[in-house]
């Protein structure tokens, strides 16, 4: 909690100065207010950590889109050096990390920071396909109303869906949890697909409920 603070102040003073920078005057968001995509695009461009508490996300958010791809290649990386943090916001439409432009190129995330979904409501999908998570993935007590995808992610320090619901098909095909991989309590209303899934350190899916097909063929797990 001290760190969310933290990430408020931060947040308060640069738009702040953003703000005054161009003339006009900028309030932070506060709950309840709606915050277009665009705002929250320029908050990352600028590099800053990004907390948003109790606030409706207005429009289809895509992480590729901040900085678009850094590479040429047919599968490239789009990279964002900032904590993510989103407490109990109402999301209108969809979320992705994950694009296919009219080039065929194909473009991912990588996340080097902390990035958190808490007590998230998704009225759509979500579309995280090769998303590289280098710190803390939250998605604790989110709604999904969509389908999720999360296939060929990397959660390298660990991810948490506990008490999450997935009202859609949910997918984790060929994706790496590096850390913990905790789903306690969730509930899968449809199908999910941990097919080929690594599993490096512990896996808990204490009380979770499976209403559709569930599938963990292939699955590796290094530790019980």
């Known amino acids: ?5 933290a990430l408020v102040v931060v947040l308060t003073a640069m738009l702040s100065m953003l703000g005054c920078g161009q003339g006009k005057q900028f309030a ?3 709950e309840g207010d709606t915050v277009t995509v665009r705002q929250i695009e320029d908050i990352l461009r600028m590099g800053w950590p990004l907390y948003l ?3 409706i996300v207005s429009g289809q958010l895509d992480f590729t889109n ?4 850094t590479g040429l ?3 490239s990386p789009s990279y964002l050096d900032a904590d993510i943090v989103f407490a109990n916001c109402t999301f209108e439409d969809s979320v992705t990390a994950f694009s296919e432009l009219d080039n065929a190129q194909k473009v991912y995330t990588v996340f080097n920071k902390n990035v958190v979904f808490q007590e998230c409501e998704f009225k759509r999908g979500v579309n995280f396909t090769q998303a590289d998570f280098r710190g803390r993935f939250d998605f604790d007590i989110s709604k999904v109303a969509g389908d999720a995808a999360f296939d060929g992610c990397k959660f390298r320090s660990g991810a948490s869906f506990a008490m999450a619901n997935f009202n859609g098909e949910a997918t984790f095909v060929s994706s790496v949890f590096g850390g913990r991989a905790n789903f306690m309590k969730s509930f899968f209303r449809k199908s999910v697909i941990f097919q080929r899934c690594k599993m490096e ?3 808990m899916f204490a009380d979770s409920h499976f209403y559709g097909y569930t599938e963990f063929s292939k699955l590796t797990a290094y530790n019980d």
């Open 201 to 203: 350190d512990v896996v």
């Open 73 to 75: 290649l047919s599968v």
């Open 1 to 5: 909690m001290k760190r969310f603070r």
């Open 53 to 55: 508490k109790g606030c």
């Open 28 to 30: 932070p968001p506060s």
């Open 66 to 69: 901040v900085f678009g791809s």
